[in-house]
């Protein structure tokens, strides 16, 4: 389960961290895993009018289910800041793809709701939708790195280990 350890990472800058709040196994088997996260503010000042958005960081809570006997991760988040304002919501599905059980089939929605704030917030959304929408893509891509340089990782101590024992 890359995406539990992938943050904060060096390939993306906005996030600031992340912390594990809880994380328990359930009856099912599943991994339950609470995580916030502090991630930087990356509306244009022009969209910084209401002084509640003026800030560095906003915070987002993060929920995952992890199932390792079916392979199936669910991510649920939304934001804790700046909710008078604004409702961020995103859900996430990973399972196993139903023609080739080593790739993964990814599912994702989310939403951006503004409230109260006329023009202005409309375009927030409209901002935040193209933000996202890039930000899931890199995350992707995020995760595929990471998973090589995992498996380099192993990769290289299993073969040093076999040379050297």
Known sequence: ATHLTKFPNEYDSNIISCCVIERKRESDGCTY????AAVRNVLPSL???VETLQVEHFELEEECWWNTKLRKLMVKSHNLSVSNWITMREA???TPHQHNPNW???EQEGTVTVHGLGKLG???EVFSKRFLS???QHAITITEKLMAERQTRITSVWYSEFLFA
């Open 33 to 36: 895993t609470k995580r916030v």
């Open 47 to 49: 969209l910084r009018k």
């Open 92 to 94: 996430s599905v990973f």
């Open 104 to 106: 993964t089939h990814f």
């Open 122 to 124: 409309y375009l927030i």
């Open 134 to 136: 890039a930000g899931a």
